[in-house]
């Protein structure tokens, strides 16, 4: 059972931090622009930061260390490390033991940003309670690949230093390099940090309250394609809550994935393999559970409703169904011409896919019209 927030366990450091630096990143914000002439290339270095350290975040300590989603070429690790420290959101594996804590014991009381206990204890609140089950067994339990991992280590050990050369000497630095030290100081360092915190900090918050539930609702995580934009692709948070060693959050094209496409990219340049991805046919069997659950909800529905859903599930049948007929046709005919050709056997598994996809169309269809 979690302990309530006392004067006992109350972290001052972590709330007169999180409190403090939006004011300051204000007023600083303020006083650099009446007192410099803006500059042009502090946009660069400010996206700059808030790209590499905010996707270390989502590609290194979230999908990479705590998921294992994939694997990482040391220097790539340890990049992710040293910017990961600069979002100043505690060491790798410290954030990672919360997090695992956060998947096994979602929104109950273990969980230790659940949003069970009000929105802005999961935004940043929890953080001001010193108590932790990091140092528990539990905590522990989390933590034995990362005890094994040099650079994780490392980085844990000299936290605040790393953090403090990532997060406001580079940035200076690069600002200094463009002409101003000040502007890389503090619209690069602090203003991007607190960005960047809660920005990062709507995956725990926002993404647990606001959007809907295609695949599971066991739990109440969301998927919400905005605040997918703001949090570099983790707004697909019911996918992840229920697929978390997948690399991607977004699973379609078109869903926005920065940090999915930041990998793959990372894939193509050979710094990183082993990229974990669900199969289909799991994704499509969980939709369709929370579809024909739904279905089972809607009871008293209207007919209006009724008669609009039935046409759409028509429409989606005979899709499936054209789908299915197009892909045996080209199916026969390149067998014909390849045999056991890569291509013959890709198209093969594309079509078991269809062959399913019209098989569970026509199922929800039987379904509907039961209850019509
Ligand atoms: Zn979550
Ligand atoms: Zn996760």
Redesign the pocket.
């Known amino acids: 059972m979690k302990q309530k927030l006392t004067l006992k366990n109350f972290n001052w450091v972590s709330a007169i931090f999180l409190v403090a630096t939006p004011i300051l990143a204000v007023i600083l914000t303020y006083v650099y622009f009446t007192t410099e002439t803006f500059n042009p290339w502090m946009i660069f270095v400010f996206l700059f930061f808030y790209f590499a350290t905010g996707m270390s975040i989502t590609g290194g300590y ?2 990479l260390i ?2 294992k989603a994939y694997t990482a070429h040391p220097l790539i690790e340890a990049l992710y490390l040293f910017f990961g420290a600069g979002a100043f959101q505690n060491s790798a594996k410290k954030w990672v033991i919360d ?2 804590i ?2 096994r014991y979602v929104d109950q009381d273990l969980d230790p940003y659940t949003v069970k206990h009000g929105f802005w204890h999961a935004h940043f609140f929890w953080m001001f309670n010193s108590d932790s089950e990091r140092e528990t067994s539990l905590g522990k339990m989390y933590s034995r690949d990362l005890d094994k991992d040099k650079l994780i280590v490392f980085q844990d050990k000299h936290y605040l230093p790393i953090a403090i050369l990532a997060g406001f000497v580079a940035p200076m630095l690069m600002g200094w390099a463009f002409g101003s030290w000040f502007g890389g100081l503090v619209l690069a360092g602090l203003l991007r940090m607190v960005i960047v915190h809660h920005f990062t900090f709507f995956i725990n918050s926002l993404c647990h309250y606001w959007g809907w539930q295609p695949y599971t609702d066991t739990n109440t995580a969301r998927d919400n394609m905005v605040l997918a934009i703001f949090t570099y692709g983790e707004g697909y948070h019911n996918f ?2 229920i697929f ?1 060693a997948d690399y991607r959050n977004g699973i379609r094209w078109y869903h926005i994935d920065p940090t999915k496409w930041f990998i793959k990219t990372l894939a193509y340049l050979n710094l990183v393999r082993n990229l974990r991805v669900t199969p289909d046919y799991e994704i499509f069997k969980a939709r369709m559970i929370m579809f024909e659950k739904r279905l089972k909800e809607q009871k008293n529905l209207s007919m209006l409703n009724m008669e609009a859903l039935l046409l759409n599930l028509k429409l989606k049948t005979e899709e499936a169904h054209q789908k299915m007929i197009s892909l045996r046709e080209e199916y026969e005919r390149l067998k014909l011409q390849f045999h056991n050709d890569s291509r013959v056997r890709q198209l093969r598994r594309d079509l078991l896919m269809a062959k399913w996809e019209f098989q569970m169309s026509c199922r929800q269809w039987r379904l509907c019209l039961k209850m019509a």
Request: charged share 20%; proline share 0%.
């Open positions: 979230h999908r705590a998921h997090h695992r956060h998947h992840h809550h978390h």
